[in-house]
């Protein structure tokens, strides 16, 4: 949640921006810059934007993870050794002695 610390007008940022960008760097956390009043740009450190995609990744590897989970609860899948099978019978690959 963005706190009102945080809410800042285009024009101020324009004005102030060394500050500002000190401010980003510092906090780690964005700012909204407002125009006549209304929430219009987010902007955020580099780095913390950096960190916020590396979030959103390992949500997206969790929540596939828990679609995986849920489809071997319901019964559906292979086992490796079926897949194994499966694999060396479609790309004609030997077992090995």
């Known amino acids: ?37 209304r929430a219009e740009v987010v902007v955020q450190d580099a780095r913390a934007y ?9 949500v997206g590897a969790v929540e596939g993870i828990r679609r995986g989970l ?5 019964g559906e899948g292979v086992t490796l050794k079926e897949f194994d099978t499966g694999m060396r019978r479609k790309y004609r690959i030997p077992r090995r002695p």
């Open 1 to 37: 949640m963005v706190q009102p610390s945080e809410i800042f007008s285009l024009s101020d940022f324009q004005r102030h921006t060394k500050a500002h960008i000190r401010r980003l760097k510092r906090t780690g956390r964005p700012q909204v810059l407002t125009v006549n009043g």
């Open 70 to 74: 849920r489809s071997l609860a319901r």
């Open 50 to 58: 950096q960190k916020l995609l590396a979030l959103l990744d390992d």
